[in-house]
């Protein structure tokens, strides 16, 4: 069965482009659409679907296929217009996933509003990074130390909810080296192994990153 996830990045920008081609280069199937033709073209040398369209046209978010996308990247911080008409369109076309890029805390109130998934600032947020958070798709965030080695915020899964860290031996089983626990806004870098996990927590931890797939 094919499961690759597939997404869609509108605007190629300096951050656009940079997630598109951090996806592409993992594999995953990527639509890239600018207004723009030169930058289309530009876009063209490493990315292998670039289309030169109007997203804020509803015609044109349908003859895009977005409606069968899983994600959806809004690189268009400058145009608060177009961003609210793309994330409008494609919510309504069913997209499930969209994350809009921003340029102040109004606009991101505002893309929130109409259905937004996720909102990010690029000073805060890189478009690498991003692209590296879509690709760990089921974790929280993740920071890049070295190669293959980050750090990751994984969310308490389910089955762990009431289970001890000495119970639930992560860092045998997925190499998880556990550095903090978050539990709402609070931090505590004082771990105690023997503490029952809660579903408000999440695990805030050292990985390699070709092996957090175990937990998917």
Known sequence: MHNKKTYAVFGLGRYGVAVAKELVSNGMEVIAVDTDQSVVNDAAAFLPVCKCADITDADVIDKLGIADIDTVIICMASN????????????????????????????????????????????????????????????????????????????VKDEWVGKSLIDLNLRKKYDLNIIAIRTDEDVNISIDPNEPLQKNMTLIVIADVSKLSKLK
């Open 80 to 155: 608060l217009e177009a961003s609210v008409m793309a994330v409008t369109l494609c919510k309504e076309a069913g997209v499930k996933n969209v994350i809009a890029k921003c340029s102040n805390e109004m606009h991101q109130k505002i893309l929130l509003r109409i259905g937004a998934d996720k909102v990010v600032f690029p000073e805060q947020e890189s478009g690498l990074r991003l692209a590296k958070n879509l690709l760990s798709s089921g974790f929280i965030d993740m920071i890049s130390l070295a190669k293959n080695i980050s750090v990751v915020e994984i969310t």
